[in-house]
């Protein structure tokens, strides 16, 4: 399993971004899709995770800023950044739980860069 993600950038405080990641490969089932981030000199933390029903979860730090939606049909998984805040600089990554049968895998994309200037 393969994933892209795409979207980062640089955004002046306030501002809105919009991540994409689609995963490709053999997929067979992918119960839970999440955004994690990392800033500089600090651990990966979960940002929002979505599963397969829609149900999500956010971090406090992002909710009511930040929505998390995926297309199952796609396999893909947007995060709708709004209101962005310096503290959100960080590498974006999303990840990607898949079933088959009993086997549970964990597959991460390659990060995407998020600068907010203040």
């Known amino acids: 399993v393969q994933l892209q993600a795409s979207g980062g950038g640089l955004v002046q405080a306030g501002g809105s971004l919009r991540l994409s990641c689609a995963a490709s490969?053999?997929?067979?089932?992918?119960?839970?899709m999440a955004w994690h981030r990392q800033a500089p000199g600090k651990q990966r933390e979960l940002v929002a995770s979505i599963i397969r029903s829609g149900s999500t979860n956010y971090a406090d730090s992002v909710k009511g800023r930040f929505a998390i939606s995926r297309d199952n049909a796609k396999n893909t998984v947007d995060l709708q950044m709004n209101n962005l805040k310096p503290e959100d600089t960080a590498v974006y990554y999303c990840?990607?739980?898949?079933?088959?049968?009993?086997?549970?895998?964990?597959?991460w994309g390659q990060g995407t860069l998020v600068t907010v200037s203040s």
């Open positions: 990840s990607v739980t898949t079933l088959q049968g009993a086997k549970v895998d964990a597959y």
């Open positions: 490969g053999s997929i067979v089932r992918i119960p839970a």
